[in-house]
């Protein structure tokens, strides 16, 4: 099981992931008190680790501003929370040339809610319930991001997983902590994804982030 790191601002910020080794960092481009400038985000990528992938977090950005962050080396990843469908991510891949980005795509807990009680709720784990897309569906990302909300810090019913199955490898966010990270395991998710759970006052906590990525590496799943 993976794990990402996110909101990541400061040479501090750096260096706790560098030292916890967790799979992937986040920067967040989008309005945000955690944002950062490409700028920072190059001087942040400069300092992290070889191994440790940089995730980009965007709404709505212009695709040229995804694509340049990526040919520069400043990020690995994008992960998009807005409205991007199948044919922005598609201009995106093409954007990015014969090395096409990594795409996330968010999907928040309000469309799980709906497919759940469109296949029958928690009751109903029949064969047709599919997670294939949300609607426009966006065939060319590569993982799905599961989570509440943008940056809400709050879990969601995570029992809405059990009515349906997943068709990419997705990451579980939203409220994920210290408190709650063995039951995030236990959903197996392809990786978790943490922010604020991994932060003491609004600032990005050594200890916590030694802590969940230990918790994820001793508790990994099959």
């Given at each position: ?13 750096i ?10 960092c ?9 944002q ?9 990528k ?9 995730v980009?977090?965007?709404?709505n ?8 962050l990526?040919r520069?080396g ?7 929370h ?7 991510i ?8 014969n ?25 109903d ?23 509440s ?24 966010a939203?409220?994920?902590?210290l408190?709650?990270i063995?039951?995030?395991i ?17 600032i ?9 990525v230990?918790?994820v ?6």
């Amino acid at each position: 099981m993976m794990i990402k790191i996110c909101g990541l601002s400061r040479e501090q910020d750096i260096d706790y992931v560098n030292e916890a080794r967790p799979d992937y960092c986040g920067f967040v481009f989008a309005a945000s008190k955690r944002q950062v400038s490409p700028a920072q985000a190059e001087g942040l990528k400069r300092r992290l680790a070889e191994g440790i992938a940089a995730v980009g977090v965007f709404v709505n950005a212009p695709i040229e501003n995804i694509a340049a962050l990526y040919r520069d080396g400043v990020i690995n990843i994008a992960q998009l929370h807005g409205d991007e469908d199948e044919a922005y991510i598609a201009r995106l891949k093409e954007a990015t040339g014969n090395t096409p980005i990594p795409i996330i795509k968010v999907i928040k807990s309000s469309s799980l809610n709906t497919l759940s009680r469109r296949h029958g709720g928690h009751g109903d784990h029949g064969e047709n319930s599919n997670l294939k897309t949300p609607c426009p569906p966006c065939l060319r990302e590569n993982y799905y991001l599961l989570d509440s909300g943008a940056g809400s810090g709050r879990a969601f019913d995570w029992d809405l997983l059990n009515s349906l199955t997943i068709d990419k490898p997705w990451f579980l966010a939203g409220g994920i902590n210290l408190n709650n990270i063995e039951q995030a395991i236990a959903v197996n998710p392809f990786g978790i994804d943490v922010s604020s759970g991994a932060e003491t006052d609004g600032i990005k906590d050594r200890a916590k982030i030694l802590q969940l990525v230990a918790a994820v590496r001793k508790g990994k799943t099959v």
